[in-house]
């Protein structure tokens, strides 16, 4: 009898040890959709205060892209306001979003109309979450079709003419 209660005594005190282990806070699928749903509207409606919002006071913000390495709500609020300026038209397809722990992965096309014409732009966005705040986003767009698209730069890999026939062959 003492040997059940010994035992019982040690499954007892491995399950409060268990219970004690600190465990990472995670997004949950609803509420990474709510996330990306809400996000996205703000982004496209370009209310730049209630994206505001969704950031934690430390936040980071880098975009290699862009070559952006932005600190703060300050610095991430001032570009946002800079760049959803630019915008006539701006919406988001939102075509994968992976949930790992406390990260977000959020991959799509963002399509908008910048100086009278449309872009269609793939993007992933990575980001993390602390206490229900983006601690930090990296962003990462297509950024040659873009500007392809724009007329910024000539259209890479067209494929070539085809060779003229000599004459008489």
Known sequence: MTRITSAGTLVVIASMSLAALPVAAQTPPVEADAFVRDFYAAYGARDTGKLAG??????????????????GPEQIGNLLA???AKYESLSWEIAHTFVAGDDVVVEGTMVGKLVGKTARVRFVSVFHFTRGKIAAQRDMFDVMHFYTQLG???????PKAPAAKPAGG
């Open 54 to 71: 969704f950031y934690a006071g430390d936040a980071t913000f880098v975009d290699p892209t862009f070559e952006l390495d932005l600190k």
């Open 82 to 84: 800079i760049a959803l």
């Open 152 to 158: 910024v730069v000539p259209v890479p890999f067209r």
